[in-house]
């Protein structure tokens, strides 16, 4: 059935309130306007960033449709939309890449003045939203929303990919995936030879121990509080596995002591203040490099003693591992399907969309790196 030009009826889980189980209901999502696009969701990861926004400690505005790290194929676009087409695969992304703002226009920028994510209004860029429940108005997430079989975006959050891409896992393309890699290949710079940290073992994490190790790292040394999670990241390349709450001392201290001096770059994956300060403190005083990639709760204000910078250590953070997404996410596609980015271990559930829930309480407990939703015949 031609549905271009039409609302469509479809499912979405409906985020009602915070810290409330997600709603799987019929939602009408209404036709792009122009410069958007409707996408048929395929696929979509659960973020540790998801469950920030629905316990609240990154507070969205609500009614929403969560969820941000998808793929799917074009179903119809707005007027005037020229890099993608019905029919196209696509990734669907947070960050856009409107190549015309301060940010876009500079070389290294990635923070697209388009993007809806610092202070989010979940709204598209003229205000309205294009999905509506029960007779309410929904809003959007980050200008993405991949909990919904239909979604509508706007072209430059949506990356064309190619066409031979499993649409099943190269949703983590859309976020996990390039914010841990590119926090490593990207941010940090890794070097051959050098000593990474890396706090936090989760989706994200994993994936800046792949970085590590395509830079060519010695020594990855991983810390989390998860069993589970320090065994998988063994099989990713982590060298040394610790626990915090093995020991007594601060975990930076046991780094310190580890290394001699510090770390040369270390990473933050978690998003508490005591696990940032533990990442800054655990690196070199003289030339180490700390790269913040943990979404701290809204409000919280980071502080340690300046000396600690004074001394020469870098602090840094980063957005979805500082990649521009229209540039670049397609590359990353073609390396991870020509074998060069082995990110399938990331990925140890998949279940089918209704089940999101569950998808949620895996990443609550920690069971999960990535859980992956599949949307597939409704009837399920
Ligand atoms: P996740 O829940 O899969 O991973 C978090 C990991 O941290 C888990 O393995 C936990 O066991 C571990 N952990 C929790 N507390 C501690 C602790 N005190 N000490 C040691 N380990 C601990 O989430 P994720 O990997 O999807 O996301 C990680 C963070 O990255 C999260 O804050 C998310 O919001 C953020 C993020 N940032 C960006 C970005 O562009 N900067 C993008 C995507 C996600
Ligand atoms: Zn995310
Ligand atoms: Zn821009």
């Known amino acids: 059935m031609e549905t271009a030009g039409k609302v ?27 410069g958007e696009v ?36 074009v179903e119809s676009i707005g007027e005037g939309v020229s890099s993608v087409k019905p029919g196209d695969k696509v990734i669907l992304t947070i960050l856009p890449q409107c190549r015309k703002c301060d940010s876009c226009l500079h070389a290294k920028g990635n923070c697209c003045l388009k993007e809806d994510i610092f202070s989010p209004v979940g709204l598209m860029l003229d205000g309205t939203t294009r999905f509506t429940c029960r007779g309410r108005k929904v809003h959007n997430n980050f200008g993405a929303s991949t909990f919904t079989e239909y979604t509508v975006m706007h072209e430059i959050s949506v990356v064309k990919i190619n066409d031979a891409a499993p649409l099943e896992n190269v949703c983590v393309i859309a976020c996990g995936l390039p914010t841990g890699y590119g926090a490593a290949v990207n941010t940090a710079q890794v070097t ?25 790292a010695a020594r990855i040394i991983g810390i989390d509080i998860n069993v589970g999670k320090l065994a998988r990241a063994k099989a990713l390349g ?16 046991v780094v310190v002591e580890m290394t001699g001096f510090g770390a040369d770059f270390t990473f933050e994956a978690i998003g508490t203040i005591e696990t940032m300060v533990a ?13 913040l990639i943990g979404v701290s709760p809204t409000g919280s204000q980071l502080s340690f003693d300046p000396m600690k910078l004074l001394s020469g250590r870098i602090l840094k953070g980063c957005l979805l591992g500082e990649y521009k997404t229209k540039d670049n996410i397609p590359l990353l596609v073609d390396d991870y399907m ?41 009837s399920e």
């Open 8 to 34: 469509i009826t479809c499912r979405a889980a409906i985020a009602w309130t915070s810290n409330a189980p997600l709603s799987v209901e019929e939602v009408e999502v209404d036709p792009p306007k122009a």
């Open 279 to 291: 990442a800054l403190e655990s690196c070199n005083l003289s030339y180490g490099v700390c790269v």
């Open 38 to 73: 409707r996408i048929k969701v395929l696929s979509s990861g659960i973020c540790g960033t998801d469950n920030h926004t629905l316990d609240g400690t990154f507070p969205v505005p609500l009614p929403a449709i969560l969820g941000h790290e998808g793929a799917g194929i």
């Open 192 to 216: 051959p030879g050098s000593t990474c940290v890396v706090v936090g073992l989760g989706g994200v994490g994993s994936a800046v121990v792949l970085g590590c190790r395509a830079a060519g």
């Open 338 to 378: 020509k074998k060069k980015i082995d990110m399938d271990p990331l990925i140890t559930h998949t279940l089918p969309f209704v089940k999101i829930n569950e998808g949620f309480d895996l990443l609550r407990s920690g069971k999960c790196v990535r859980c992956i939703l599949l949307f597939g015949d409704p």
């Open 238 to 253: 982590v060298t040394d596995c610790l626990n915090p709450r093995n020991f007594k001392k601060p975990i930076q201290q």
